[in-house]
């Protein structure tokens, strides 16, 4: 799905002038690789873990997080 949303950015920035070095129109060559190295280490450390953990306790977690991440973007919505 996310290289459908990058094709549609490289699409829509066709014949476009003035875009920074190393992009493929809209798309960044660098924001697409940098995370590359990173992703490919911690891939099988989280699947690991994933098979260690009880589905509960994952599933405790993730509601965690989104409590939290509801959290972060009200505040944000909240100081504007």
């Not at 190393?22 to 989280?46: C, D, H, K, N, Q």
């Amino acid at each position: 799905m996310r290289e459908l949303g990058a094709l549609g950015y490289m699409v829509a920035g066709r014949d476009r002038m003035c875009l920074p070095p190393l992009s493929a129109e809209f798309v960044s060559i660098a924001a697409v690789l940098a995370p590359m190295p990173r992703v490919s280490l911690t891939a099988r450390l989280g699947a690991r873990v994933a098979h260690l953990v009880s589905r509960r306790r994952l599933e405790l977690c993730f509601a965690n997080y989104l409590i939290a991440l509801c959290g972060h973007f009200s505040l944000g919505l909240a100081l504007t």
